[in-house]
T-cell receptor, first 113, second 112 residues
């Protein structure tokens, strides 16, 4: 079975632009979580979605938004990009609403210039 | 607010050594704790999940222990190999929260 898949793998954007990152969970998993990992740090929680509804939001500005589709895939959108948004964005899925155990994808490396 | 600390921050050892990686957390009201491995530029690979009711969990050369009351978990790696070189992250799931809280990890290098 395929694991969590994320696209694209790498992305370069300019300050002020908008970006959309995509995630497909493990088959049968209904919960998707998004994390941001800045170089040298541990991942920081951004969002959790379960059954297409937002179940949790981390301490990120409103420029960050997400949604989950009926097939449980998810998109993360970031508007008005800042240099500080450069990071590895990780998507993770879990079978139920409880985000455990989490299974992570390989991430999308976003570079903002 | 849950805070996670991992010690040491970095470790460089010769092949064959037995290793101990430490993780401490401030809120002991946890549901479980997960250990991950991360290779450079890659995602996280789950190694072990230890439930709050468990004391230990083992997978191959890896053993994780949990002392919830003291807010500590330990990852033990037996007979280390160069392929074990990676960053190791621990993350407890606290009751009534929707997220894992991660430490900054232990960067391990095992040289031949």
């Amino acid at each position: 079975d395929a694991g969590v898949t994320q696209s694209p793998t790498h992305l370069i954007k300019t300050r002020g632009q908008q970006v959309t990152l995509r995630c497909s969970p493990i088959s049968g998993h209904k919960s998707v979580s998004w994390y941001q990992q800045v170089l040298g740090q541990g991942p920081q929680f951004i969002f959790q979605y379960y059954e297409k509804e937002e179940r949790g939001r981390g301490n990120f500005p409103d420029r960050f938004s997400a949604r989950q589709f009926p097939n449980y895939s998810s998109e993360l959108n970031v508007n008005a990009l800042l240099l500080g948004d450069s990071a590895l964005y990780l998507c993770a899925s879990s079978p139920t609403e409880t985000p455990s155990p989490l299974h992570f994808g390989n991430g999308t490396r976003l570079t903002v210039t | 607010k849950q805070e996670v600390t991992q010690i040491p921050a970095a470790l460089s050892v010769p092949e064959g050594e037995n290793l101990v990686l430490n993780c401490s957390f401030t809120d002991s009201a946890i549901y479980n704790l997960q250990w991950f491995r991360q290779d450079p530029g890659k995602g996280l690979t789950s190694l072990l999940l230890i439930q709050s009711s468990q004391r230990e969990q083992t997978s191959g050369r890896l053993n994780a222990s949990l002392d919830k009351s003291s807010g500590r978990s330990t990852l033990y790696i037996a007979a280390s190999q160069p392929g074990d070189s990676a960053t190791y992250l621990c993350a407890p799931l606290t009751y009534n929260t929707d997220k894992l809280i991660f430490g900054t990890g232990t960067r391990l290098q095992v040289f031949p």
